[in-house]
């Protein structure tokens, strides 16, 4: 199986930035895909940024030109640049992956999750 933790998430300023880090660990060559997705309260999970193995890369319109994603294969992490955040982008943020190779904008098409970290924007 693959376990998936993330970090660097925490209180910042709107207009500020941080980085976000998802380590991968266990069975890694069953991920082709992986994704960063947030849940506010009240608001349904939705995806932020994935990038599949191939390096093919999808934002949400809300984060484009804001937020970066890549990925480290050999270290088996994925990070997340966040830059000029909002305070709308507060959420719990989740490192996702899946085997498929077809980058997915649904939760459930991902098999692995990690615990989420929370990110809180102040005005």
């Known amino acids: 199986q693959v376990q998936l933790v993330e970090s660097g998430g925490g209180l910042v300023q709107a207009g500020g930035s941080l980085r976000l880090s998802c380590a991968a660990s266990g069975i890694t060559a069953m991920i082709n895909c992986m994704g960063w997705f947030r849940q506010a309260p009240g608001k349904q999970r939705e995806l932020v940024a994935a990038i599949s193995s191939g390096g093919s890369i999808n934002y949400a319109d809300a984060v484009k030109g804001r937020f970066s994603i890549t990925r480290e294969k050999a270290e088996n992490t994925m990070y997340l640049q966040m830059n000029s955040l909002k305070p709308e982008d507060t959420a719990v943020y989740y490192c996702?992956?899946?085997?498929?190779?077809?980058?997915?904008?649904?939760?459930?098409?991902?098999?692995?999750w990690g615990q989420g970290t929370q990110v809180t924007v102040s005005s």
């Open positions: 996702a992956a899946r085997r498929g190779g077809i980058i997915r904008a649904i939760p459930k098409d991902y098999e692995y």
